[in-house]
């Protein structure tokens, strides 16, 4: 399984970004696709995961409200929009996926993607 996070940037406080994690190596039907986060000098966290079985998802309490995760099972790909961005969501963003388990535990995840940098300015 392959993964490639893409779509950080900068941006001012309040603006908005789009994360895309394009997913390819096997069938992902019953894949759970997560977004997790790692600002600098803390431990990765959780943000976001989606089910590809059903597209049920689940929110870290941090983004609920602003981060929506989506999927386009047609071309294997996963967003998360991310909206009244906070200097506090300051990351390197990484995409991840497991098979069959909902989880939002960082360790139980088998397949991680390159980070990509979102910084945002206050």
């Known amino acids: 399984v392959q993964l490639q996070a893409f779509g950080g940037g900068l941006v001012q406080a309040g603006g908005s970004l789009r994360l895309s994690c394009a997913a390819s190596?096997?069938?992902?039907?019953?894949?759970?696709m997560g977004w997790f986060r790692q600002a600098p000098g803390k431990d990765r966290e959780f943000v976001a995961r989606?089910?590809?079985?059903?597209?049920?998802?689940y929110y870290a309490d941090s983004v609920k409200g602003r981060f929506t995760i989506s999927r386009d099972s047609a071309k294997n790909t996963v967003f998360l929009q991310m909206n009244s961005l906070k200097p506090e969501d300051t990351a390197v963003y990484y995409c991840?996926?497991?098979?069959?388990?909902?989880?939002?535990?960082?360790?139980?995840?088998?397949?991680w993607g390159r980070g990509t940098l979102v910084t945002v300015s206050s």
């Open positions: 989606i089910s590809w079985t059903d597209s049920s998802t």
């Open positions: 190596g096997r069938t992902f039907s019953r894949f759970v």
């Open positions: 991840a996926a497991i098979n069959g388990l909902q989880s939002r535990r960082v360790h139980d995840y088998e397949y």
